[in-house]
């Protein structure tokens, strides 16, 4: 499905979209292309536990037929493997998508580096923009999703070379829910998505993520069409 451009869309302008194969970058990628934006999707490879996540992201680019990336950074895995989500180790936590109940899967520095990489390939191919997911339901439990680190590496991307580039955080106040309506009301299709922490082949379920994503669909009142473990109720909105 190609998104429609806006009437008042730059069709010269572009932007890089850090694109994890979840949700949110799902509907920022398609956002921007609806504002006709020339769309370069970059994704990472840090050793995530989810790796099933660049697999929907390949597929979604192919069917869309806009560049992308999928960078391999695993080489620092050594230094972010203190996580849930880069260390098999630990235990996944499950129930709530809550800071009490999430702390163990914040990847030390994230953000920060994945910006830093994709602000690299804006200026190296003459972008304007960076794009990213960071939500409002992030703020509590990810300190490099919060208001005041997205407007600090603005500033810094506006000065870090010689042409400046703008971090563009759409839905940085949003709910995972707001996100979801807007995305539905331009007729995304949620499949293309994958959003379990667990790197099995069916989502979970059961993980904080797949409760939150869960929980969204449901305040939308609608049921997700991603396939959840046969032992998994948590499936069913």
Known sequence: MSPTPHADANPTSTTVVIYSGGMD?????????????????LSFDYGQRHGRELDTARQVCESLGIPH?????????SLIDNSALTNPDQAMPQGDYAADNLRATVVPNRNMILLSLAIAKA??????????GAHGGDHILYPDCRPEFVEAMNQVASIANFEPVTLHAPYLYASKSDI?????AMGLDYR????????????????GSCRERLDAFAANGVTDPLAYSVDSAAGKC
């Open 25 to 41: 970058s799902f509907t920022v990628l398609h956002s921007a292309l609806r504002e006709g934006l020339s769309v370069h999707a």
């Open 123 to 132: 200026v190296n191919i003459g972008a304007e923009r960076v794009d990213y």
């Open 69 to 77: 990336q999928v960078i391999d950074i695993r080489a620092i895995h």
């Open 180 to 184: 979801l309506r807007e995305g539905l």
């Open 192 to 207: 293309q998505t994958w959003t379990c922490y667990e790197g099995r082949e069916l989502a979970c379920g059961v993980c």
